[in-house]
């Protein structure tokens, strides 16, 4: 099948190199010139395990091409993909849908013969009717539907979960004289190789689809945020938050996943879609109460969190030196959309800290985001160089295996602040650290 993949960020470029992994032929349209130019160089803009060589085998294969022309794109494919931004907007929260209904008057410009239009973005209720009513405004001539795919790919694993997701949702117009009948067909062929691992494809209306996706992840952000305050409250009766998450999570209701604590959530999907989905039910007369708690919770967390480090150092840290292992908002990812590294960092460089960062492939991209004066490190004993803090703040594995000694030898002063829990707080303290995690007292 020839598909047309409409954005070649991380969503888009996963999406297109995976389809064509699955033998299609898919043609990527980015807008950015430095980005398309990378991709046309066969260098992957982002950081994402294994995409380099899935990209490059397709490319090479015929079956993966990128170029800025629609219309070249468009021509000849069943299904078209809108996989651009849908960042917050400017003032409210919900979602800035400007791309998207660019990218769909681009589309009704460049189209030929029948096609799915598919919504890939993550985007509010009654998006994909708004992309179909652009379309037959635009050109009223044209035949086409429209579907809502919305994708759970997570960066750092996400080809492993495109290529083996828990399930695809579908979202069709049930109310075209067909039922959607058409575009089912269309979508069904395309992920007809996950049929053979058994993937659930689940076919449902196209509101229903659209609303999954922020139902989804806004839950997910709500189990963060709960494990988050249970930790606190560990924290002061003296209970353990990783027995209890093991407590909990075993319980098959409640699941494992999810329930580890840290500073707060971030990333480029968690943050702006709790704070939309509180906008779409808001807008809809039907409050979410829950996630607007979720919303406030992660917010106070992040400043608590610099409040947290300030005090393990003795409640000031206006010139003492910090060590910062970790900038990106998880690892295996140079993404530093809005990590929490970065409201917790301007705190202390306010408050005069000395901060000298470390990150294994996010330094590059976290240096437009973080306040001015970080000495940026080679390595994480380099960053621990002569420091008085030293604070974790993203569990990249090659931090794990940091020897206390070796850590111990290279730092001035005594005091470990691991906000993801990755040291053994025995060993911590054997090797003469004052060692604060989240949530383990004891
Ligand atoms: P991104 O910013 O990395 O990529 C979007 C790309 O689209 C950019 O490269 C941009 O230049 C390009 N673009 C914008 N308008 C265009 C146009 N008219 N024609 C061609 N290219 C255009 O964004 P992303 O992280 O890939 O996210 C895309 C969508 O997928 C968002 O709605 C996001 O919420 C959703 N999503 C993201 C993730 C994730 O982990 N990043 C996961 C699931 C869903």
Sequence with gaps: MRIAMIGGGYVGLVSAACFAEFGNQVSVVEIDPDRLAALRDGRIPIYEPGLDTLVADNARAGRLSFGSDIADAVTGAEAIFIAVGTPPRNGDG?????????????????????????????????????????????????????????????????????????????????????????????????????????APVLFMALETAELTKYASNSFLAMKISFINEMADLCDKVG???????????????????F?????GYGGSCFPKDTLALTRIAQEAGAPTRLIEATVGVNDARKVAMAGRIAAAGGGSVRGRRIAVLGLTFKPET???????????????????AELRAFDPVGMQAARPHLPPGITYCDSALDAARD?????????????????????????????IVDLRNIFDPAAMRAAGFHYHSVGRPI
């Design 239 to 257: 209970a353990n938050v990783h027995d209890l998450s093991r407590g909990m999570g075993l319980d098959g209701r409640i699941g494992r996943k």
């Design 94 to 198: 919900q979602a800035d849908l400007t791309y998207v209904h660019q990218a769909a008057r681009q589309i009704a410009r460049a189209m030929g013969d029948y096609a799915v239009i598919v919504t890939k973005s993550t985007v509010p209720v009654g998006t994909s009717r708004r992309i179909a009513e652009i379309v037959r405004e635009t050109r009223p001539d044209l035949d086409f539907d429209v579907a809502s795919n919305p994708e759970f790919l997570r960066e750092g694993s996400a080809i492993g979960d495109f290529m083996r997701p828990d399930r695809v949702i579908v979202g069709l117009d049930q109310t075209a004289p067909d039922g959607g009948a058409r575009a089912r067909a269309v979508l069904s062929a395309l992920y007809r190789p996950l049929y053979l691992i058994e």
């Design 259 to 263: 329930l580890h604590p840290g500073p």
């Design 387 to 415: 420091a008085d803090t030293l604070v974790v703040l993203t569990e990249w594995n090659e931090f794990r295996a940091l020897a206390p000694n070796a850590l111990a030898a290279a730092m001035r002063g005594r005091v």
């Design 334 to 352: 140079d993404d530093m959309r809005e990590s929490p590294s970065i409201p917790i960092l301007v705190r202390l460089a306010e408050q005069g």
